[in-house]
C-alpha cells in the first residue's frame, strides 16, 4: 500500500520569508511520481510542481522547490519570498499505477502567510 | 485548454432525489477521476477511469454510480444518498503515467 504522511497540520509565515513543509511517503513501487497541490479557498486543486522519482535534481519552479531524498521516502517543498496569495491548505501526493495514475493525497498542511 | 469543468457548482438534494454531477474536459486526457473531499481533509479517491473504462473503484457504496460516456466526459449519478455524503465533490483528469491531475472547482454537495 502507498500512504503520504504530512506532519505539520499548519504553519505560518511572514510575507516575503521562506518556509518548508514537510512530507513523507511509502511505497514498494520503483516508478512513481510525487506532487505537491494547493487548495486556496476557492477550493480549485492547483499543481505547484512535480518530481519524477527517477531523477536524483530536485525541481523547481519559480520561488517554489522540493528537496527529495529517495532513500529517506523524503518530499519537502521550500517556498520563497512567500507572498500573501500562497496562502492555502498545500497536499503532498503521491502518483502511483502506471497509466492509471492512481493519485495519494496526504492529510493536508494550511500555510498562512501574514503580512 | 487546460480546463476540467464540472457542473453544478452547487447541489441541493434530498435523500429520495437522483441527480447527477458532470465533467468534461478537452485535453485529450485518457485517465478520469472521482474524488470526494470532506472540509479540512484530503481528497479521497472514489473512482477511476482509463481509456473509458472503469479500472478503480474505491469500495463506493453502490448509491454512486460512475459514467464515461466518452473520452472528454465523465458523470457521476447519485441516488437515495445520506446526510453524510454531503462534500465537495472533485472531477480531475491527466495524461497517464506520471502526468499531473488538473483539476476541476468540484461541486458542493449538500444532502438533506
Known amino acids: 500500500a502507498q500512504t503520504v504522511t504530512q506532519s505539520q497540520p499548519e504553519m505560518s509565515v511572514q510575507e516575503a520569508e521562506t518556509v518548508t513543509l514537510s512530507c513523507t511517503y511509502d511505497t514498494s513501487e520503483s516508478n512513481y511520481y510525487l506532487f505537491w497541490y494547493k487548495q486556496p479557498p476557492s477550493r480549485q486543486m492547483i499543481l505547484v510542481i512535480r518530481?519524477?522519482?527517477?531523477?536524483?535534481q530536485n525541481a523547481t519552479e519559480n520561488r517554489f522547490s522540493v528537496n527529495f531524498q529517495k532513500a529517506a521516502k523524503s518530499f519537502s517543498l521550500k517556498i520563497s519570498d512567500s507572498q500573501l496569495g500562497d496562502t492555502a491548505m498545500y497536499f503532498c501526493s503521491g502518483g502511483y499505477g502506471g497509466a492509471t495514475n492512481k493519485l495519494i493525497f496526504g492529510t493536508g498542511t494550511l500555510l498562512a502567510v501574514q503580512p | 485548454d487546460t480546463e476540467v469543468t464540472q457542473t453544478p457548482k452547487h447541489l441541493v438534494m434530498g435523500m429520495t432525489n437522483k441527480k447527477s454531477l458532470k465533467c468534461e474536459q478537452h485535453m485529450g486526457h485518457r485517465a478520469m477521476y472521482w474524488y470526494k473531499q470532506k472540509a479540512k481533509k484530503p481528497p479521497e479517491l472514489m473512482f477511476v477511469y482509463s481509456y473509458e473504462k472503469l479500472s478503480i473503484n474505491e469500495s463506493v457504496p453502490s448509491r454512486f454510480s460512475p459514467e464515461c460516456p466518452n473520452s472528454s466526459l465523465l458523470n457521476l449519478h447519485l441516488h437515495a444518498l445520506q446526510p453524510e455524503d454531503s462534500a465537495l465533490y472533485l472531477c480531475?483528469?491527466?495524461?497517464?503515467?506520471?502526468?499531473?491531475?488538473?483539476f476541476g472547482q468540484g461541486t458542493r454537495l449538500t444532502v438533506v
Open positions: 518530481q519524477e522519482a527517477y531523477k536524483q
Open positions: 480531475a483528469s491527466s495524461q497517464g503515467t506520471g502526468g499531473e491531475a488538473f
